[in-house]
Structure formats: C-alpha cells, structure tokens
C-alpha cells in the first residue's frame, strides 16, 4: 500500500511554532493538488490546507494568518508551517495528494498544552 511519509510532529506550548513535512514516494506520478487535515478526538477529519502545483493555497479560517502551506514538486513534498499554535490545534494531522487517486499519510500528533 502507497503512503505519504509524514514528519514532524510533536509537543509544544501555546504561542509556539511546528513544522510538518510529508514526502510522496517516486511511486507517484503526476502529483495535483497536495494538502494538510487533521482530526481532534471526537470530531470528523476537517482541511486545515491545500495547495496546487502551481502554488495556489486555500486555508480553513480557523488558522488563517497562522499556517503557511509550501510545497517542493521536484521533492514531492508538502510543508505546514504552524505559528501561534493554540490548544484547540491539537489533532492528528494527515497529508494528502492527488494523482490518479488520492493517496493518504499515516497520520501525526500535534498536541499543544502548557
């Protein structure tokens, strides 16, 4: 099974930063559109960002202001820079990209708590 190889999460405080990285394998082609969910306990998965390949971005207004969505298309990689994280950020997150299906990451923690 083809996955996105995720990075980068972890603890932190209020107010501080995170940054996530997501590889695609060689194995995709053709990479479209690449973006950032997450899933906080209890709640359905909701898009926190996405990006073209020509780099366009859309944002959910809860982090606007906040995260920067980048991509590296020779790399195959996405990034989610996570500034002035609040409590409430605190979900796993999954990246995703779209080629000839849409393919998945497994999934990592971002928990923020004094």
């Known amino acids: 099974q083809v996955q996105l190889v995720e990075s980068g999460g972890g603890l932190v405080q209020p107010g501080e930063p995170l940054r996530l990285s997501c590889a695609a394998p060689g194995s995709i082609f053709n990479i479209l559109g690449m973006g950032w969910y997450r899933q906080a306990p209890g709640k359905q998965r909701e898009l926190v960002a996405v990006?073209?390949?020509?780099?366009?971005?859309n944002y959910a207004d809860s982090v606007k202001g906040r995260f920067t969505i980048s991509r590296d298309n020779a790399k195959n990689t996405v990034y989610l820079q996570m500034n002035s994280l609040k409590p409430e950020d605190t979900a796993v997150y999954y990246c995703n990209c779209d080629a000839d299906r849409r393919y998945w990451g497994q999934g990592t923690q971002v928990t923020v708590s004094s």
């Open positions: 990006i073209t390949r020509g780099g366009f971005t």
